[in-house]
């Protein structure tokens, strides 16, 4: 066999001779390069350098190649992928994908000589000008994709520390044994809910499922569930959420999405996941139940379950299917929050009642003009009328009730209604292609869970991923000034293409001064093909600008009729005020987390500790999560737990609170 020669010139390897498969672990063993270091061909140069960039945290590409008279090469540059700065866009050029830029000038790289077909480093420099990727990001790092197979198996189970899910399976099955189908179900008992159910839950799968739930706490002790149970102290309703989950909601639960429209096949109960948007504008879980039936009951119980998982913050906005008593629970539990039908879920049972209607083209027309284009309310009965007369839907029951609840989805009764962009239709299809599969497989309870936890772990790589995005790109701006520098900066990629999208709009925008007392403008906006007007309120001296469109009101970002006035202002940033944290690129970093709210001082002083303690998880939270991908890691968090610890038992303070915690236990 044909050996290849690896030289490394370090007193470990100097002059060994190796087998091909031997170099990645040598390659591996490599913290730092050093000018002098030795490999064979130009593959292994580039292997060399990726497998210690992506160590590093940083992504590489090819640069610079040089060759002698008779066409070999004779020096080869590595450079980070950072390297230079991009070349202006040819504005006659249209392009599909806007990518992010990346370069930011840095002038670290790695040089190798050849000389006799030894490849040497001959230059190192080893400065870069940008943060690295963090060990939990560099999975996205572009350069590692081409690490050869079994490195980029090994380094993506250390970047994912989660276990798979037969892992998870072998782990239960230690806990308490492997969970069963139980009873005899009769296949043509299939639709008899109840007895389904209670055949179920009298056996082992709802144990199993305790002792899971009590394993997770064990491992993580903010994760959180709850078990309802009927008479004969049977499980019938169950919730459980995560401790990312709260932190998640901290940030982002400010519009919530209960969806109860999904049931398993084996089971017939019924999945209700909690969805939320993160600043990315994808979906995030806040937490999951799994229901036998959604009666008054059961929906109360839920919610109040939910509210006390997450410290009794109540949501601004929540969205809902129709059922009537989802209606009466949310005014019960929620009296802050206000309650809002989803479209998506509308716009699904159309077709079940409409009938031919809702492949008529016309009828559509009407049908969505009234969810999304009516702005008063007389615009909406004229068009809501002139519907169902023209179509003959004077007896149809379902339109009856839709009305009567128009007030919970008609955007004419709701202009001011944050919705954190879930009334959109493609959200509802994104939840759907996330759970769907609950309703498609044949899962034990455990199953269903395991299910969850899986497409959890999918969400938040991909939020971290976009996280990695945003801290490593910037948008290519449209003009580079002013209020698109100030945006690009503030705002992730996806909430300032959005944003970018409005400030483009005020070209056509038509505005005309209708009232100046001096101090407060007011500003009459239409734009070009739309006959609409919109009334705009500025402030000189607040500058707050406020429109009849309520697009900041209900997602959180200027409308253009708004960026129309602060341009004919001449602003160059954005009022402070206008920027949403929950939609920029720091929306989860420090944030401040309400608690339970109490009337006695006695309670008011328990939710300021409830308070203090769910903000200094959720700042911990990322500095354990870090610390946990390697030893060197942990040590290092542990070292100053206990140096904590040791000035939290010389404050005054902290230990006499200790002390009367202690007498009260007594």
């Known amino acids: 066999m044909i050996r290849e020669l690896f030289w490394v010139m370090d007193n470990d390897w100097r002059g060994k001779v190796l087998e091909k498969n031997d170099k990645e672990e040598i390659f591996e063993a490599i913290d730092e390069l050093k000018v002098g270091m030795e490999v064979s061909n130009e593959a292994e140069a580039y292997n060399l350098c990726n497998i210690y960039a992506f160590k590093k945290g940083f992504s590489i590409r090819k640069g610079n190649i040089r060759r002698d008279s008779h066409n070999n090469v004779r020096q080869r540059d590595f450079f980070c992928s950072k390297e230079g700065f991009q070349p202006d866009e040819d504005l006659c050029e249209v392009k599909k994908v806007r990518r992010l830029d990346t370069r930011t000038g840095c002038k670290a790289m790695i040089r190798f000589t050849v000389d006799n077909d030894v490849w040497k480093i001959s230059h190192l420099n080893p400065d870069h000008n940008h943060e690295f990727a963090r060990p939990e990001e560099r999975q996205f790092l572009r350069s590692g994709r081409h690490i050869p197979g079994v490195r980029a198996a090994l380094v993506s189970s250390v970047v994912d520390g989660s276990p798979k899910p037969t892992q998870s399976y072998s782990l239960l099955g230690k806990d308490s044994g492997s969970a069963e189908n139980v009873g005899s179900t009769n296949k043509g008992c299939h639709n008899c809910l109840q007895r389904k159910n209670e055949e179920m839950l009298e056996g082992r799968d709802g144990q199993s499922l305790l002792n899971y739930f009590r394993h997770k706490q064990a491992e993580d002790p903010n994760f959180f569930y709850s078990v309802q149970v009927d008479q004969f102290n049977r499980v019938t309703n169950f919730f459980w959420r995560d401790s990312r ?325 001449n602003f160059t940033c954005l009022p402070p005020q206008y920027i949403m944290k929950r939609w920029t690129k720091g929306a989860k970093k420090r944030v401040a987390v309400s608690g339970d709210s109490f009337e006695s001082s006695y309670k008011t002083g328990k939710s300021s500790q409830s308070s203090r303690l769910s903000s200094l998880m959720h700042e911990a939270n990322n500095v354990f999560s870090v610390a946990a991908l390697c030893d060197s890691g942990t040590r290092i968090v542990r070292q100053k737990l206990e140096e904590a610890m040791k000035l939290l038992e010389s404050d005054e303070v902290t230990t006499s609170m200790v002390g009367n915690l202690s007498k009260v236990d007594d």
């Not at 945003?470 to 293409?497: D, Q, W």
Request: hydrophobic share 35%; proline share 2%; charged share 25%.
């Open 245 to 569: 989950s709260k932190l998640d909601y901290d940030c982002f639960g400010d519009a919530v999405c209960f969806d109860t429209t999904f049931r398993t096949r084996k089971y017939n109960l019924i999945c209700a996941p909690f969805v939320g948007v993160n600043h990315h504008c994808k979906n995030v879980l806040f937490g999951c139940a799994f229901m036998s039936d959604v009666s008054a009951d059961s929906i109360t119980w839920l919610l109040e379950t939910f509210m006390v998982s997450m410290g009794n913050k109540q949501p601004k906005t929540i969205f809902t299917d129709e059922d009537i008593a989802m209606g009466n629970a949310m005014a019960s539990i929620l009296p802050e929050t206000r309650h809002r039908l989803c479209i998506w879920h509308i716009s699904k049972n159309a077709a079940q009642y409409l009938g031919s209607h809702s492949t008529n083209p016309e009828f559509k027309e009407h049908f969505n003009k009234c969810f999304h284009d009516c702005l008063t309310e007389a615009e909406f009965e004229a068009t809501w009328n002139d519907m169902i007369i023209k179509f003959n839907l004077e007896g149809n029951a379902w339109l009856k009730k839709l009305y009567s609840l128009r007030e919970k989805w008609c955007p004419a009764f709701s202009l001011d209604t944050y919705t954190a962009n879930i009334r959109s239709p493609h959200r509802g299809e994104s939840i759907t292609g996330t759970f769907h599969q609950v309703s498609t497989k044949t899962m034990d309870l455990i199953g269903l869970v395991h299910h969850y936890e899986k497409k959890t772990r999918a969400l938040r790589t991909a939020e971290l991923e976009e996280d990695f995005r945003c801290k490593n790109g910037t948008p290519h701006l449209r003009v580079n000034s002013g209020i698109f520098k100030h945006a690009s900066a503030e705002y992730t990629v996806k909430m300032y293409s959005y944003f970018e999208n409005e400030l483009m709009s005020i070209f056509a925008v038509r505005m005309i001064e209708v009232g100046n007392d001096g101090n407060q403008y007011i500003y009459e906006a239409i734009e070009e093909g739309n006959h609409r007007a919109y009334m705009i309120d500025y402030n000189s001296t607040t500058a707050m600008v406020l429109c009849s469109c309520k697009l900041f009101e209900s997602m959180g970002i200027l409308c253009r009729h708004s960026l129309k006035v602060l341009d004919l202002k």
